[in-house]
């Protein structure tokens, strides 16, 4: 079993920055991605970022050359920087953690945290 355990988010100015964390503990698993959705009112859960083990990156189009996706793997955790932020980024951001244990794959979910752009 693993927890997700999330935080930055806020209320930030458009043009503005902000930086969410995910930190994933338990035992006896690995991380074989980590990742980040969102999720704004009347509108399904998408794809912000995402970073398997292999380092690679992948962005929605909607943030490409705004976010930027990091892990420190030593901690479990997975970080999302936004800058240059948009009203329409406004949302509720869950991270996504895809786990080997015992020969299983499973998938984790934060708690989310609301993100609000707004002057």
């Known amino acids: 079993q693993v927890q997700l355990v999330e935080s930055g988010g806020g209320l930030v100015q458009p043009g503005g920055s902000l930086r969410l964390s995910c930190a994933a503990s338990?035992?006896?698993?690995?991380?074989?991605?980590m990742g980040w959705y969102r999720q704004a009112p009347g509108k399904q859960r998408e794809l912000v970022a995402h970073?398997?083990?292999?380092?690679?990156?992948n962005y929605a189009d909607s943030v490409k050359g705004r976010f930027t996706i990091s892990r420190d793997n030593a901690k479990n955790t997975v970080y999302l920087h936004m800058n240059s932020l948009k009203p329409e980024d406004t949302a509720i951001y869950y991270c996504?953690?895809?786990?080997?244990?015992?020969?299983?794959?499973?998938?984790?979910w934060g708690q989310g945290t609301q993100v609000t752009v707004s002057s």
């Open positions: 996504n953690v895809n786990t080997d244990e015992r020969g299983l794959r499973f998938d984790y």
């Open positions: 338990g035992s006896a698993f690995s991380i074989n991605a």
């Open positions: 970073m398997p083990n292999t380092g690679t990156t």
